[in-house]
């Protein structure tokens, strides 16, 4: 484990790599293995969030850099970063996108500003039963991942466990929460610690022994079902009513922000 210096150390690199980008930031946050609640000592650091580009980017006819990816090794820190454009970002939202939503409600906040909590409080709105779809999917990646593996790995498997847990949570709830250790305190899945717990010993123990497979899948095929079932009966709308607050917010953040130059 980290000491408190070395974390000091790692939320003042994170500072300064958000503070680097060319535009402003709305926020940014972390996401990956550390918002999920199993990160090993080694994961990278997944930084996301949403950069405001200039008035004249906007409007003009030149390319536009709507999305912003760096990823870079330094003082023993991996650091994948990714920003979109505020207009991007925003109608990200209003499809049924988990992942944008989880970038957007993550407790680990790096930079944050109003238009940030402001944000935050918009977006329930964009909530919809069509969530589930994006969680199976997302789930069914992941399952095939870790099937065709050999041998097969816990990481595969966790994000599968996760990815269904945040899913049928969004749909009895209305709520987003993505760290996996917080959820499985409500869904009781006796087998998560352990997995955590082999992922983070270290690449020894990060397979699952070849006999698992048949429970695990079982178990997969089980939560698939739950979610199909909390997705049909949720209580969240078929279309979300976000759309003119964001637009009104959009319009505000680019005559606020946008005046900014690189």
């Known amino acids: 484990m980290r000491g408190i210096e070395t974390i000091m150390d790692t939320d003042a690199y994170l500072k300064q790599a958000a503070a680097a980008q060319p535009y402003p930031l709305l926020f940014s946050t972390i996401s990956?293995?550390?918002?999920y609640g199993f990160p090993s000592p080694d994961s990278d650091y997944d930084l996301r969030g949403v950069h405001v580009l200039p008035l004249t980017d906007v409007l003009g006819l030149m390319n536009k850099e709507e999305t912003i990816e760096v990823s870079r090794r330094e003082d023993g820190i991996d650091l994948d970063l990714?920003?979109?454009?505020?207009?991007?970002?925003?109608?990200?939202?209003?499809?049924?996108?988990?992942?944008?939503?989880?970038?957007?409600?993550?407790?680990?906040?790096?930079?944050?500003?109003?238009e940030h909590e402001e944000l935050k409080a918009i977006a329930p709105g964009c909530h919809t039963r069509f969530h589930a779809r994006h969680y199976l999917g997302f789930a069914a990646s992941q399952w095939k991942l870790f099937e065709k593996e050999n041998?097969?790995?816990?990481k595969p498997l966790l994000y599968v466990f996760r990815v269904l847990l945040t899913g049928l949570?969004?749909?009895?709830?209305?709520?987003?929460?993505?760290?996996?250790?917080?959820?499985?305190?409500?869904?009781h899945l006796?087998?998560?610690p352990d997995l955590v717990a082999r992922k983070n010993s270290g690449p020894e123990k990060a397979s699952l022994p070849e006999?698992?497979?048949?429970?695990?899948?079982?178990?997969?095929?089980?939560?698939?079902?739950a979610l199909e079932e909390a997705g049909e009966n949720t209580f969240l709308p078929d279309?979300?009513?976000?759309?003119?607050?964001?637009?009104?917010?959009?319009?505000r953040v680019r005559l606020k922000m946008g005046q900014e130059t690189r």
């Open 211 to 225: 006999g698992d497979f048949e429970f695990f899948q079982g178990e997969y095929t089980r939560l698939v079902r």
């Open 169 to 187: 949570y969004m749909m009895q709830s209305g709520e987003v929460n993505a760290n996996l250790l917080e959820l499985n305190e409500l869904y």
């Open 82 to 114: 990714v920003t979109h454009d505020v207009g991007r970002f925003f109608h990200l939202l209003l499809r049924p996108d988990g992942s944008v939503l989880e970038q957007l409600y993550s407790p680990l906040v790096v930079t944050t500003t109003p």
């Open 151 to 154: 041998p097969r790995r816990v």
């Open 32 to 35: 990956g293995a550390h918002l």
């Open 239 to 251: 279309v979300g009513s976000a759309r003119p607050a964001l637009n009104d917010l959009l319009i």
């Open 190 to 192: 006796p087998y998560v």
